[in-house]
């Protein structure tokens, strides 16, 4: 079993792979917030497109050069964004690594919900910053949350 890599505990084929698969949508604006971030881990830029709302979704999203391996997300706060809402706001953190450095991106995003379900419209970055430029020690537990040893994590 893989954990799904938006952090809800569940296997990612239980969780946000039903929603990358098509299988379902997301009911909530924090669920397709969880689901496009685990889309960045997967570089699934199909889904990214179709879950952008059409007045914002640029016209082209190339990952391909990424560099960014995303480690852990931290959902901080919710506004609306539940069945009947028509709007909603989903506030995070997204940990990641490029290179040794670690960095982390604070964001509050807003969604939108029609007739063909929730849609990302747009986010504010609160702030981006470079949290360490060492990786962890082998045997020092992982930047992810994991509660695993680095080495055995996202040290691989």
């Not at 954990?3 to 604006?29: E, K, M, N, T, V």
């Not at 040794?100 to 990302?120: C, I, N, P």
């Amino acid at each position: 079993m893989t954990p799904c890599f938006c952090g809800s505990g569940l296997a990612y084929q239980a969780c946000c792979g039903i929603y990358h698969a098509g299988d379902a949508r997301p009911a909530s604006a924090e669920a397709l917030m969880r689901a496009r971030y685990c889309a960045f881990v997967t570089k699934n830029e199909s889904y990214l497109l179709s879950t952008w709302a059409a007045e914002t979704r640029p016209n082209l999203l190339d990952l391909s050069g990424d560099q960014a391996v995303w480690q852990k997300l931290e959902i901080i706060s919710t506004q609306l964004g539940q069945e009947g809402d028509s709007e909603g706001w989903v506030e995070f953190k997204a940990h990641y690594q490029i290179d040794s450095a670690s960095h982390l991106m604070h964001e509050r995003s807003y969604f939108q919900h029609t007739s063909g379900g929730w849609s990302y419209v747009d986010g504010v970055v609160q702030f981006l910053k470079q949290t360490t430029s060492e990786k962890p020690g082998k045997n020092a537990p992982c930047v992810c949350g994991s509660g695993k040893k680095f080495k055995r994590c996202c040290g691989r």
